[in-house]
T-cell receptor, first 112, second 112 residues
Framework: DTEVTQTPKHLVMGMTNKKSLKCEQH?????MYWYKQKAKKPPELMFV???????INESVPSRFSPECPNSSLLNLHLHALQPEDSALYLC???????????FGPGTRLTVT | GNSVTQMEGPVTLSEEAFLTINCTYT??????LFWYVQYPGEGLQLLLKATKADDKGSNKGFEATYRKETTSFHLEKGSVQVSDSAVYFCALRSNTGNQFYFGTGTSLTVIP
């Protein structure tokens, strides 16, 4: 099974809302990633978790808060977002230190 | 540092035409190289990969050869189909760490 799942598929939220994006994989991967992707652009790295510990934070605003509760799950908590945060949010996983990334289908986020 | 430079698009081809999308990279050490494809509204899917010099990755009629002497990993397909219309991303992973580096993406449209 090489599947990464993400929920929800679509999300519309106001600037004062709090919501969470969820990601799950069962491939035994110990590196998990959050990316933000704008239309016609490459994925932009936000966070990397290695063995459930945050290892890379690409200077992401604090209104995005990642969490890795266990080796299979990755969450992204959202609070007080801005309209410019509207994008496709992609989760990915890989083996630690080698190999390819597997991507989920993404969550299309719209901030109103 | 690590980076990927990819041929600018968009590219429009007629069905059964030959496809080349150029990709060159800069990396420390011995990176692994990948091509990902993204269909509209979806996440990225691994198309092919190569982990060492002179390796040829292939899948679904697409091929790319890891050329260390020219630091290139060009994507080719002998006869494209309408269903190949998508955005193609070249990517690398250095042999240290868990970070991936993506090119800017090349949008391909194949017309009947």
């Amino acid at each position: 099974d090489t599947e990464v799942t993400q929920t929800p598929k679509h999300l519309v939220m106001g600037m004062t809302n709090k919501k969470s994006l969820k990601c799950e994989q069962h491939m035994g991967h110990r590196a998990m990633y959050w990316y933000k992707q704008k239309a016609k652009k490459p994925p932009e790295l936000m966070f990397v978790y290695s063995y459930e510990k945050l290892s890379i934070n690409e200077s992401v605003p604090s209104r995005f808060s990642p969490e890795c509760p266990n080796s299979s799950l990755l969450n992204l908590h959202l609070h007080a977002l801005q309209p410019e945060d509207s994008a496709l949010y992609l989760c990915a996983s890989s083996q630690y230190g080698l190999g390819e990334q597997y991507f989920g289908p993404g969550t299309r986020l719209t901030v109103t | 540092g690590n980076s990927v430079t990819q041929m600018e698009g968009p590219v429009t081809l007629s069905e059964e035409a030959f496809l080349t999308i150029n990709c060159t990279y800069t990396a420390t050490g011995y990176p692994s190289l990948f091509w990902y494809v993204q269909y509209p509204g979806e996440g990225l899917q691994l198309l092919l990969k190569a982990t060492k010099a002179d390796d040829k990755g292939s899948n679904k009629g697409f091929e790319a050869t890891y050329r260390k002497e020219t630091t290139s990993f060009h994507l080719e397909k002998g006869s494209v189909q309408v269903s190949d219309s998508a955005v193609y991303f070249c990517a690398l992973r250095s042999n240290t760490g868990n970070q991936f580096y993506f090119g800017t993406g090349t949008s391909l449209t194949v017309i009947p």
